[in-house]
Every structure is written in C-alpha cells, then in structure tokens.
Nanobody, 115 residues
C-alpha cells in the first residue's frame, strides 16, 4: 500500500508563498486522482485541490486562483504551490489518493500564515 509524506510547510506572512511536497512511497502513475486536504484547529478536514492522472485539476473556491496542484509521476511526487496566502489558510495540510486509492492519513505539514 502506497503511503504519503508531506513536507514544505512553515510560517509565512500574509501574502507570502509556499510550495508543499507530497512524496509517495510507491508509484502514483496509476492513481487516477490525487488530492490535497487541510485541517484547521477545531475544524473538519476539507478538500483543497485535486489532480487526475490526465492532469485535470479542480480547486476549492476559497483557494482558486491562488493554489496550483501538480504531479510528477516519474518522481512519485505531488505538489501544491500556494501564493497570496491568507491567515485563513492556516492548517495542517495532507495529501492522499482519492476513492479506492485513499490510505491512512499521515502527519501532514503545518502551514501557518501570520504576521
């Protein structure tokens, strides 16, 4: 079973940028869709962005135009480029496969947007 390890989070000022990385322990070539999720304190985990094996993307309305999801199947990596970050983006960010490719959640990576 493929597992995912997130990295790249940190503390950034409002308006700043971060790029998150998701390293898979095995091939993601055949995973039809990968997604990024986030969970803020006291809130449920929410879907942020999705990318299919064909490169089709979709985004949560609150991040559309600011976040870009991408995948590199040759490197078994998924990325989330985030710009114009807002305090409301503060959360632990996770990656995972969709549908039958979903596995146990990892530790995620903390993103804190604050002055």
């Amino acid at each position: 079973q493929v597992q995912f390890v997130e990295s790249g989070g940190g503390l950034v000022q409002p308006g700043g940028s971060l790029r998150l990385s998701c390293a898979a322990s095995g091939s993601i070539r055949s995973i039809y869709a990968m997604g990024w999720y986030r969970q803020a304190p006291g809130k449920q985990r929410e879907w942020v962005a999705i990318i299919t094996d064909l490169g089709t993307t979709n985004y949560r309305n609150t991040v559309k135009g600011r976040f870009t999801i991408s995948r590199d199947n040759a490197k078994n990596m998924v990325y989330l480029q985030m710009i114009s970050l807002k305090p409301e983006d503060t959360a632990v960010y996770y990656c995972n496969g969709l549908g039958g490719y979903q596995v146990d959640w990892g530790q995620g990576t903390q993103v804190t947007v604050s002055s």
